[in-house]
T-cell receptor, first 114, second 114 residues
């Protein structure tokens, strides 16, 4: 059974720091991995999607890498800003229980202090 | 392009009642997935509909059901509500997938069961 873990559950940093968010998964047979952002009381916003054949994806100040063999992904946020404060979720799409499913980690709550 | 919309945004029900939630996908998207988000369990996959057929199903009891209409709009129904059904219910739409499409999430419906 696929399990996705994000450690730590929360992180508080001063503005301007470069951040690395970690995600690990137990089954390397994945179709893709996605990073999402969730603001309080709102839905999820897709940040980056990495296909299983790719190693990384970049968007603005965000860079996500994928190492399938070790079951790890990292989301790098450069020069963090207070507006980056949110919960960040990692999810893998894989074959689970006879069908494709998106399996989520429990998220990491990021607070960037001005 | 309009995003995924969900109605209602907030619901308060009592135990034993039933509830129907609605999701309108992004125009042109034919796949709709439903998720339950709680503080304890995080985001859990409920089911996915594609072309009016349930394609995937998570591990939820039969009280949770859904359907999809010919215009791709989807409804989710929960019968005989329990206190533990209190959660944020999110729907997501995507184009037909081979396991590689980004999912776009709606803002969610916050269900409180008293």
């Amino acid at each position: 059974k696929q399990e996705v873990t994000q450690i730590p559950a929360a992180l508080s940093v001063p503005e301007g720091e470069n951040l690395v968010l970690n995600c690990s998964f137990t089954d390397s047979a994945i179709y893709n991995l996605q990073w999402f952002r969730q603001d309080p009381g709102k839905g999820l916003t897709s940040l980056l999607l990495i296909q299983s054949s790719q190693r990384e994806q970049t968007s603005g100040r965000l860079n996500a890498s994928l190492d399938k063999s070790s079951g790890r992904s990292t989301l790098y946020i450069a020069a963090s800003q207070p507006g980056d404060s949110a919960t960040y979720l990692c999810a893998v799409q894989s074959w689970e229980g006879g069908s494709e499913k998106l399996v989520f980690g429990k998220g990491m709550k990021l607070t960037v202090n001005p | 392009k309009a995003g995924v919309t969900q109605t209602p945004r907030y619901l308060i029900k009592t135990r034993g009642q039933q509830v129907t939630l609605s999701c309108s996908p992004i125009s042109g998207h034919r796949s709709v997935s439903w998720y339950q988000q709680t503080p304890g369990q995080g985001l859990q996959f409920l089911f996915e509909y594609f072309s009016e057929t349930q394609r995937n199903k998570g591990n939820f009891p039969g009280r949770f059901s859904g359907r999809q209409f010919s215009n791709s709009r989807s409804e989710m129904n929960v019968s005989t509500l329990e206190l533990g059904d209190s959660a944020l219910y999110l729907c997501a739409s995507s184009r037909p997938s081979g396991g590689s499409d980004t999912q776009y999430f709606g803002p969610g419906t916050r269900l409180t069961v008293l």
